[in-house]
């Protein structure tokens, strides 16, 4: 924030530095100290560049006020009085620089620079106190379920797995085997009449919610699958058989579901992953779970089914639920190149591995869903997104072959990204029209992109990035092309300099001369002849 009672050195200061090569905002800008504290509490800047003698309020008491609010705002005093009083008080209020007046430009942006590095290294010390220890601390449970989570659903490599691990503080070398276990509430009776398929999400919390109670004392982690199913992660960390482990495993989940029966009178079921010894292989465990508990569909609910080689019958579903996260978000983004990116490690591990008709079928079902899920949760018309792709979304049979339906998802990411980039790019241009609208209707005025940002409600840093996007120029480089056509314009015309300057918003008739020049290489009245 810049603060001067000085109108032209205010604008000079503003608008001639180049603020953004250096990475800094100008948040505000205000002619007096009363104003300054105003704008302070609604821009909340982390630095102030203020003058010292000023109207309503001085500069030494807004830096007090400053201060004492926001202790790490850095405030550069720039003064035309060379006092040692002022200076000495200027030290105890903890300004950062104290500039003589004329200060260049130069002399100006170093201070700023200087104030930007002493809050970039009061920042990375900051991360080094005992409040960030102890946040860390306080939210290391919801770090740790994340990173179980992740680990089960196959995010992590070896090193990864250790480093993090190791950061978490979680100790792994005494475990022997591992096992995963997924439990869900079967669908309701039709004779159900307590629930219905809109309390899902209440019966599943609370299955949840039941399973860290029942399991608390013992080696398992339980976890939110994607889909709101519950995950147990079993650890052996006894010197006893596998076969020893699954048996406690399958005694435990069997209790575990006749406690959901009794409590919430409707049942559960759960499917069991074979015991692993490898960490890297937990994924493997809990993709065994997920088609073990398929198969209630053939055997019926209430039931701890234990993984015994579906596979060989079954579709092979690339179920990755982070996977299919990333590439909903790539292609509601506009991303395609990310978008094929998951596309090509979703086919690698489905299609190419499909052995039959039926199989690579299932999979085009499987990605069929995954598109028409996320055009769905946009609010777009499906025929309208993917255009003729459209046809094969009705008669997925037509993909005969891998090839045709990888095809198909190529061209289809392709028509899902374009059409999320060109609403993404008609929403930018309603906004730089918004921003165009206010320009014209306010030149008569002193014109700020931070009062505009307020008004749409949106950060200023971004409407900048944004607006030379979408033109090819900065906001400050539009407002002065507009203004100096326009007073070139009705200079022509015979009006006066005073009159035209005050008309577009300049109080200082010589300031306007000065900005009037450099852009047309003329002054005013040489205009006016």
């Known amino acids: 924030m810049i603060v001067d009672d000085e109108i032209q050195l ?87 620089k104290y500039l003589l007046k004329p200060a260049g430009f130069k002399e100006i942006t170093n201070a700023v620079l200087e104030a930007k590095r002493l809050i970039k ?23 740790r379920s994340n990173f179980y989570l992740n680990w089960v659903l196959g995010q992590y490599t070896g090193w990864e797995l250790e480093k993090r691990s190791q950061d978490l503080m979680i100790d792994l070398s005494s475990v022997q085997y591992y096992a995963v276990i997924i439990v869900d509430m079967d669908p309701l009776e039709e004779t159900e009449t307590r629930f219905t398929e809109r309390d899902n ?30 995950i147990l992660l079993f650890m052996e960390k006894n010197e006893r058989k596998s076969s020893d482990f699954m048996t406690e495993i399958h005694r435990l989940t069997s209790r575990l579901l006749v406690l ?47 993984y015994r080689g579906q596979k060989d019958r ?27 990116e998951v596309v090509d490690e979703l086919v690698r591990l489905g299609i190419h591995r499909a052995q039959s008709v039926e199989q690579v079928r299932e999979i085009a079902l499987y990605f069929s869903s995954l598109f028409v899920r996320t055009v769905h949760s946009q609010g777009w018309a499906m025929q309208e997104v993917v255009g003729d792709n459209y046809v094969y979304f009705q008669n997925l049979h037509s993909l005969q072959t891998k090839e045709k339906i990888v095809q198909w998802l190529y061209s289809t990411v392709r028509s899902i990204t374009r059409y999320a980039k060109q609403l993404s790019s008609s929403n930018s241009h309603q906004i730089v029209e918004e921003i165009m ?22 950060n200023s840093f971004y409407l900048s990035r944004l607006f030379k996007q979408e033109t090819g120029q900065s906001f400050s480089h539009y407002v002065l092309d507009k203004k100096m056509k326009l007073a070139m314009e009705r200079l022509n015309e015979g009006t006066k300099v005073l009159e035209t300057a005050r008309s577009l918003g300049y109080k200082d008739v010589s300031y306007f001369t000065k900005v009037f020049r450099k852009y047309w290489g003329v002054t005013p009245g040489e205009v006016r002849g």
């Open 201 to 230: 999400s209440l019966l599943r919390f609370s299955l949840n919610q039941m399973a860290k109670e029942y399991l608390h004392d013992i080696p398992c982690q339980v976890l939110k699958d994607y889909d709101d199913s519950t």
């Open 10 to 96: 205010l604008d000079n200061m503003a608008r001639n530095i180049p603020w953004d090569e250096h990475g800094i905002e100008v948040v505000a800008t205000a002619e007096n100290g009363a104003e300054a504290l105003e704008l302070f509490q609604i821009t909340k800047p982390d630095i102030v560049l203020l003058d010292i003698q000023m109207p309503e309020v001085d500069g030494l008491t807004v830096a007090q006020q400053i201060t004492a609010a926001n202790p790490r705002v850095k405030v550069i005093i720039l003064s035309g009085y060379d006092d040692f009083s002022y200076a000495q008080k200027a030290v105890e209020i903890n300004v950062v």
């Open 437 to 458: 609208k206010f320009v014209e209707a306010e030149l008569d005025q002193p014109i700020n992109l931070h009062t505009i940002a307020q008004r749409l409600y949106v």
């Open 314 to 340: 079954m579709a092979e579903i690339p179920y990755n639920p982070p996977l299919e996260k990333m590439l909903s978000n790539a292609l509601k983004a506009g991303n395609e190149d990310k978008a094929i």
């Open 260 to 306: 959901v029966k009794e409590y919430l009178k409707v049942t559960a079921s759960a499917g069991i992953g074979n015991a692993v010894a490898s960490k890297e292989s937990i994924f493997e465990s809990y993709q065994q779970a997920r088609r073990a508990l398929q198969e209630r569909v053939i055997y019926g609910h209430d039931l701890a089914i234990p």
């Open 121 to 143: 290294q009061e920042l990375d010390a900051l991360y080094k106190q005992e409040q960030l220890q102890k946040a860390w601390e306080d939210h290391l449970p919801e770090l």
